[in-house]
């Protein structure tokens, strides 16, 4: 007789329903396991049996097939030892319960315990969609699967303590989702604290308000990384569709905290600048999520840019455009979302000090090292704000400057402006604008679209970056709770765009 059990497997952002076949015959005792499996998988074995002779199961002395159907499917990982030792227990008669509305999944330690595995929020969602009512799921994955309404999630810790409770000797209660709500004032750091840079804090809080991707450039020391680091504390809060989203690609990457049940707090991930092109997009045998989509819906901030390789940077041009990445393999071709704001911060030479008297660069050795941020890149940035040195007087004062609780309330402003005006849409933010509703959502006065047809013709821009140049317009309109976009707005827009004509040249 062949038993079937309810298990999940994972291939992307996606799961899928696995069935976990198993026969036991007369012949040579033999434990098989068929259904593409990968090596981790074929271990099963050896981890199912100690498992079960370790809790007081017999394991049975038969021809022991056990299928992961659908066959025709990649199977990898360690979360298929659980529902395979349910499915031999079913089968040799040592339980004896109907398991049609129930899924598992788990990695099991050669005690008996049951361990956590990736991917848990994804599988739930699935199991809900494939009508289970039970999902058997290790304890340390346990809050963030009872996310899923509708479905009992039962934290298992140990095999004993699975069979007590199909047993019914003694019940496992169902775990519940930690409570998401945070706020900002989890963070340990403030825009308070950074002395002086009005003008750059001015562009952080319109990047902030409009989704926009940034560029700082300025001498060492001068406060770019800790400007960067200080922007998830003004950005809005995540919306719970966000949260699970983002949620879903930790939980794939195995980043979600023990005990929690979703991100609840946007992304800040700062990578370094040996990042390999894979390791930013994703990569392995069946791709797992890289860097840029660990970000999404978050901030990606690239320090000493052009200290990244050039196949790195260059690779993030097409992900940034389209707010998704896709991998292929022999294996799989993944599409994973990353919509990302992106901040990257970078000295004007070698030496740091370009255009004071403590540089020692040539200007060859400038130019070729400007030269490794390229120009399709650059134009990708909407905002380009230089960082000078701090005046010592702002430095040395006690004054406080403005914290993140008050700049947020200015975004967050902002932000319920464009929620208003995308109502129905896609899209999240004036930086995702299509170009089909550009000119629709970005309408421009007589004298804006002047200044504008001037500057595009002085500057020499290219057409992407006439598009950015509207939506910051936009943004700026909004934060000035303006309609129409006005000469000032663009203004302002423009002067955020000209250090690559002056370093760049």
């Known amino acids: 007789m062949v038993v079937k059990t309810h298990s999940l497997g994972l291939l992307g952002m996606e799961a899928f329903e696995i069935i976990v076949e198993t026969d036991l015959s007369r012949g040579i005792p033999a434990f098989d396991i068929v259904g593409l499996p990968d090596a981790s998988v074929k271990e099963a074995r050896d981890r199912v049996r100690s498992a079960m002779r370790n809790c007081g199961l017999e394991f049975p002395v038969r021809r022991i097939v056990v299928n992961l159907a659908p066959a025709d499917v990649k199977k990898a990982g360690s979360l298929y030892d659980l529902p395979m030792l349910i499915s031999i227990i079913n089968a040799s008669g040592q339980l004896e319960r109907d398991l049609s509305d129930c899924a598992f999944i788990g990695e099991l330690s050669l005690s008996g315990d049951v361990n956590p595995v990736n991917g848990v929020l994804p599988m739930a969602i699935e199991a809900k969609k ?99 680091k200080r922007v998830p504390t003004i950005l809005p809060e995540m919306t719970f569709e ?178 208003e005006r995308f109502r129905g849409t896609s899209i999240t933010c004036n930086a995702r604008i299509t170009a089909g509703l550009l000119h629709e959502m970005c309408p421009l006065d007589d004298d804006a679209m002047q200044f504008m047809k001037n500057q595009y013709q002085l500057l020499g821009l290219s057409a992407r970056a006439y598009d950015k140049l509207l939506k910051v317009g936009r943004t700026i309109a909004d934060m000035d709770n303006s309609e129409v976009i006005k000469k000032l707005h663009i203004f302002e827009a423009v002067q955020f765009r000209n250090l690559d004509r002056k370093y760049w040249k």
Do not use: W
Not at 142 to 169: D, F, I, R
Not at 185 to 200: K, P
Not at 314 to 343: F, H, K, W
Not at 394 to 401: A, H, I, N, Q, R
């Open 130 to 228: 494939q009508g289970c009512k039970s999902f058997f799921v290790p304890a340390a994955n346990a809050s963030e699967g009872a996310v899923v309404q509708g479905l009992k999630v039962y934290p298992v810790k140990n095999v004993a303590q699975l069979m007590n409770h199909l047993t019914g000797s003694e019940q496992i209660a169902p775990a519940k989702p930690a409570d998401p709500t945070k706020t900002h004032s989890n963070y340990n750091i403030d825009f308070s604290d950074v002395r002086g840079q009005t003008e750059a804090k001015r562009a952080l809080e319109i990047a902030a308000s409009g989704g926009h991707n940034v560029l700082l450039i300025g001498t060492p020391g001068t406060g770019k990384s800790m400007l960067s």
């Open 242 to 419: 966000e949260m699970i989203e983002t949620s879903k690609i930790h939980s794939i990457a195995g980043l979600l905290r023990q005990n929690a049940s979703l991100v609840s707090e946007r992304p800040f991930r700062s990578p370094h600048h040996t990042v390999s092109p894979a390791g930013l997009t994703g990569g392995g045998t069946i791709p797992h999520p890289g860097e840029i989509s660990l970000a999404h819906n978050g901030v990606l901030f690239l320090d000493e840019l052009p200290e990244f390789s050039r196949n790195a940077m260059e690779i993030l041009r097409q992900p940034i455009e389209d707010g998704q990445v896709t991998i292929s393999r022999v294996n799989a071709t993944l599409t994973y979302p990353c919509s990302i704001m992106l901040i990257a911060a970078m000295n004007p030479c070698p030496c740091g000090y370009y255009g004071t008297p403590k540089c020692t660069c040539s200007p060859k050795a400038v130019a070729n090292y400007l030269a490794k941020v390229s120009g399709p890149l650059l134009d990708r940035l909407d905002l380009h704000v230089e960082v000078p040195a701090v005046d010592f007087n702002e430095l040395s004062s006690f004054e406080k400057g403005e914290s993140s609780a008050e700049i947020k309330k200015r975004v967050d402003k902002v932000r319920a402006i464009q929620n």
